[in-house]
């Protein structure tokens, strides 16, 4: 792979770049299967031209690519997460694959049929008695595959006492299976292992719950396939530079087939609403704004302990900077893309995220902070809309 725009075209030098009045560099990872490895290009493209992020969030896919990086140190996290994905895409599909998307679809329904009989390596393996000829209350009961081998090459790949102590802000997202209810695990007020990591990523009924403490969790994704609200909820007052990592496109054209239909179905239901979220955030920076203005009209005289303390919070309204990335899908590429887990499609993904972020790297003037009043600001490489 090429290496990235030079740093001093970038305005880059030193360890950790930011722009001017940023306070967070922010890496939010949207689940999707094998689709992840699109992540790990994103990154290899940041780590090369030293933009470290200090918040990274997950689910599913994106939580263990998250652990990756959050769980070693940054001479160590492109190795890891290169290990990772070859060690679940090793499996060789065939030995020659003519070219043509025909051929490329007819290899990639091979692989997903492959992935779906004979499990990952290192991710996941079929159960023997399925759930269909287990009894209830059996542990094959509730799930399809068992992903005992996938915490073993988090054991083997991620430093989770490094994860709990460093400076990164690290969370994942999960759902309570018994309440429906959608919670974040957080370095930051409990200790992370690999239940947590496994946790966001037990999508049913494909992979079993997991047990955390008394309660059982599935896959984050089931309620918000991207931890982006999170982060704009989180009302600290510091100015973001968010790099948005979306595996699936809510923009697509229409199915001509019902295969087309299955895949469009699935980028409907996980795609992030990046549109709706940052329009509810400017909705609210505004009306905090308009807020702000009445009470500095009002004589201080006037204003309560709770008024004051609620002055100075609107004082420090954040400013963010959105830059999202989304995985173009190819064209011989169908609904079972998320689970088609062949050596060739991975380093396709691989360089997509690549290759996309270099070129968003490019945008000098993209990589800014709103000026104060601001709000929030989202850029996209594909459609170079600015918002």
Not at 22 to 49: I, K, P
Not at 256 to 266: C, F, H, N, P, T
Request: aromatic residues 10%; charged residues 20%; glycine residues 8%.
């Amino acid at each position: 792979m090429d290496a990235v725009t030079p740093k001093h075209l970038l305005g880059i030098s030193g360890a950790g770049w930011r722009p001017p009045r940023c306070r967070r560099v922010a890496l939010v990872l949207q689940g999707g299967g094998a689709l992840g490895a699109y992540q790990a290009g994103v990154y290899q493209a940041l780590h090369e031209a030293d933009v470290q992020p200090d918040w990274i969030s997950g689910v599913s896919i994106g939580a263990i690519n998250a652990a990756l990086i959050a769980g070693n140190p940054p001479e160590l996290r492109m190795e890891r997460l290169a290990a990772f994905w070859d060690s679940v895409t090793a499996r060789r599909v065939w030995a020659f694959t003519p070219d043509g998307d025909m051929f490329r679809q007819m290899r990639n329904a091979a692989s997903s049929m492959m992935s779906a009989v004979l499990g990952q390596p290192g991710f996941f393996n079929p159960r023997f008695p399925g759930p269909l000829f287990s009894a209830p209350g059996a542990e094959a009961a509730t799930s399809y595959y068992d992903t005992a081998p996938l915490r073993e090459t988090l054991c083997k790949l991620v430093d989770f006492e490094l994860l709990n102590s460093s400076d990164i802000h690290f969370s994942v997202g999960a759902v309570n299976v018994a309440t429906g209810n959608f919670v974040y695990f957080n370095n930051t007020n409990e200790k992370i292992g690999p239940e947590h990591i496994l946790a966001s990523g037990a999508l049913p009924p494909a992979f079993p719950s997991v047990k955390i403490g008394n309660e059982h969790y599935w896959d984050g994704g089931i309620v918000s396939n991207t931890p982006l609200q999170y982060l704009l909820d989180h009302e600290d007052g510091l100015n973001a530079l968010v790099f948005q990592v979306d595996l699936f496109n809510a923009r697509g054209s229409l199915p001509g087939d019902i295969s087309e239909v299955q895949a469009r179905l699935k980028d409907i239901l996980y795609s992030s609403r990046t549109r709706y979220n940052t329009d509810v955030f400017r909705r609210v920076h505004a009306w905090k704004a308009r807020l702000r203005e009445a009470f500095l009209k009002m004589p201080k005289e006037l204003m309560s302990d709770e008024d004051r303390r609620l002055f100075e919070e609107l004082e420090h309204q954040p400013e963010m900077t959105i830059l999202q990335l989304i995985y173009q899908q190819k064209e011989y590429e169908g609904h079972s893309k998320d689970f088609e887990f062949s050596g060739t499609s991975m380093r396709e993904h691989w360089e997509s995220g690549y290759e996309d972020t270099k070129r968003t790297l490019r945008h000098k003037d993209w990589m800014v902070i709103p000026p104060p009043g601001g709000g929030i600001v989202t850029h996209d490489v594909h459609n170079e809309f600015h918002r």
